[in-house]
């Protein structure tokens, strides 16, 4: 059973007098003491040195730090919540621009709204909020604790209890068996909805509008965009490094083995160059087929058409490739491109076929790239981690990859994405 996220489910759940969550609501509400207390001190002093002070200018420079205090009351808060909304409450502020001073983030800050929502939900908690939580949870654990030292009190002096007057420990021990159970489970429910409904109250006033969270989602997209680029630039530039200078340096090393190897007479000195001739071809051969894993020169220079069509000529099996795409993006060309190749890797090892079909366009603006052979099916998402990371890329490009593989064939592997970043 999945363990409750707020005080509303916790309050729903049969385990709820057995849990934590009584208690969290005493520690919420007794916690709302002294920050609501404080928070009223301070903004009620603040506005009484900026009268005071408004005469010679300062007071009323005094009032813009406001909002301020009401986003430091914001931040407060939204952590105090976690005590009854397990996942917190987001944050509605954007993130501060690089490169700004103190005084400028400090600006940025003071001018928005969440700031000025924070400031009101600071004053709600000053005036109305701890009072009620320093009322109803104070009255409830101070009847509690009383209940459950009745058996001593009452054995040393009488003990009225309402209408009840106990003035022996027996006495006492049959309040608190009688009584304690039943005010526990009515005073941890009642506390329970209280403590839920200020934590809702904090949600509604401290979080998120909707345009703020389309923005923080933007913010977000836009950097994952960011991390794709960052990622496909030191993908291009560690295969131009292996191409352009490690593979040449082994091309030159085979070449000059092999002059070796014909002008040696034969011997042991012959055949160990021939065998070092031989490592270093398979060695080019391995880093060969590393870059066009990194970054394909050809994907970069002639497109994705080019790149899968090289991909498909390397299979051991026939494949069909047609392609309709003109240039695209790097980022969405290199995903598109080792999608593909992951995908006729998989069906070179596991998928038994004997052709296979590549296929490709441009629909509204989205690519989409189609896989199928006629293989014995039983693919999925998830069993391997080649596709699994490539639909982690395409999640922050806003593509999709779909498998379509039941049993006995035949599978069909569809991948969309916008053709723009950003999109």
């Given amino acids: 059973m999945e363990s ?31 920050v609501g207390a404080l928070a009223i001190g301070v903004l009620v002093g603040l506005a009484a040195l900026s009268a005071v002070l408004s ?33 917190g409450i987001s ?3 954007a993130p501060l621009p690089l490169g700004l001073s103190l005084k400028q983030r400090l600006t940025f800050r003071r001018r928005e709204q969440a700031s000025m929502r924070a400031l009101g939900y600071g004053f709600v908690l000053g005036v109305l909020i701890w009072p009620l939580s320093a009322l109803f949870a104070g009255i409830s654990a101070t009847i509690l604790l009383t209940t459950l030292a009745a058996p001593i009190i009452a054995d040393t002096d009488e003990m009225g209890m309402g209408p009840w007057t106990l003035d022996s420990a027996g006495e006492g021990f049959l309040f608190l068996i009688l009584f304690g159970p039943v005010f526990y489970v009515l005073s941890s429910y009642l506390l329970g909805v209280i403590a839920g409904a200020e934590a809702s109250l904090a949600k509604a006033m401290l979080g998120p509008r909707q345009e703020e969270l389309q923005r923080n989602l933007a913010e977000l997209r836009r950097s994952r965009l960011d991390l794709v680029d960052a990622f496909e630039t030191e993908r291009a530039r560690i295969g131009r490094h292996l191409h352009d200078g490690v593979q040449q340096r082994l091309v030159g090393l085979t070449m000059t083995l092999g002059l070796a190897e014909l002008d040696l007479p034969d011997g042991e000195g012959r055949r160990l160059v021939v065998k070092a001739h031989s490592e270093a071809e398979a060695a080019l051969a391995d880093l060969r087929a590393a870059v066009r894993g990194i970054h394909p020169r050809v994907l970069v220079d002639h497109g ?6 090289e991909v498909a000529d390397r299979m051991p099996l026939p494949v069909t490739v047609q392609l309709s795409t003109t240039r695209l993006p790097p980022p969405i060309e290199a995903a598109a491109y080792f999608v593909v190749s992951e995908a006729l890797a998989n069906v070179a090892k596991h998928a038994q076929a004997t052709k296979c079909e590549v296929s490709g366009w441009v629909d509204r603006e ?13 693919a999925r998402l998830g069993a391997g981690t080649g596709l699994t990371g490539l639909v982690t890329r395409l999640d922050a490009l806003g593509g999709t990859l779909d498998v379509d593989s039941p049993p006995g064939g035949p599978t069909r592997l569809r991948m969309e994405c916008p053709c723009r970043l950003g999109d």
């Fill in 366 to 378: 989205r690519l989409v790239l189609t896989i199928q052979d006629d293989g014995i099916g039983g």
């Fill in 304 to 309: 994705l058409e080019a790149a899968v069509r």
């Fill in 55 to 87: 005469p010679i200018l300062i007071g009323i420079l005094m009032l813009t730090a406001f909002p301020l205090i009401g986003a430091a009351i914001g931040w407060f808060e939204r952590w105090r919540a976690g005590l009854m909304l397990v996942d």
């Fill in 4 to 34: 409750p996220k707020t005080a509303w489910e916790a309050l729903a759940s049969p385990r709820y007098l057995i849990s934590s969550w009584p208690w969290r609501s005493y520690a919420y509400l007794f916690t709302s003491v002294p």
């Fill in 91 to 93: 944050t509605p502020h």
